[in-house]
């Protein structure tokens, strides 16, 4: 059985950092892609940030670019992201994503309907 387990969210204050983990068990990561998305309450969900293994690619949304950084160790089937500088605008659910399935979705990683399983999802607050 597939399960993917988001762990590192919590409260921070503006400007403050967090280190979220995707711990993915069932299947090993090898070359799949792996992407985090955020939903905030009332919000559609979009995509934060993807990282390509086969093709050593990395994307970012525009609002994170320069703040957040996705990388994975493979050997731990874990995929990380980490914040910095969290902003009043980057609250929410965040969880992660992946196919079973070497693929790679260049521009098309947004796209949640690509991706096959997801984990529950961490909680992300920023607030004074």
Not at 11 to 29: D, E, I
Not at 82 to 99: H, Q, R, W
């Amino acid at each position: 059985q597939v399960q993917l387990v988001e762990s590192g969210g919590g409260l921070v204050q503006p400007g403050g950092s967090l280190k979220l983990t995707c711990k993915v068990s069932g299947f090993s990561l090898g070359n799949r892609p792996v992407a985090w998305f955020r939903q905030a309450p009332g919000k559609e969900r979009e995509g934060v940030a993807y990282i390509s293994r086969s093709q050593g690619w990395t994307y970012y949304a525009d609002s994170v670019k320069g703040r957040f950084t996705i990388s994975g160790i493979i050997s731990k089937n874990t995929v990380y992201l980490e914040m910095n500088s969290l902003k009043t605008e980057d609250p929410g659910v965040y969880s992660c994503a992946t196919v079973p399935r070497t693929a790679s979705f260049g521009r098309y990683w947004t796209d949640s309907s690509r991706y096959d399983y997801w984990g529950q999802g961490t909680q992300v607050t920023v607030s004074q």
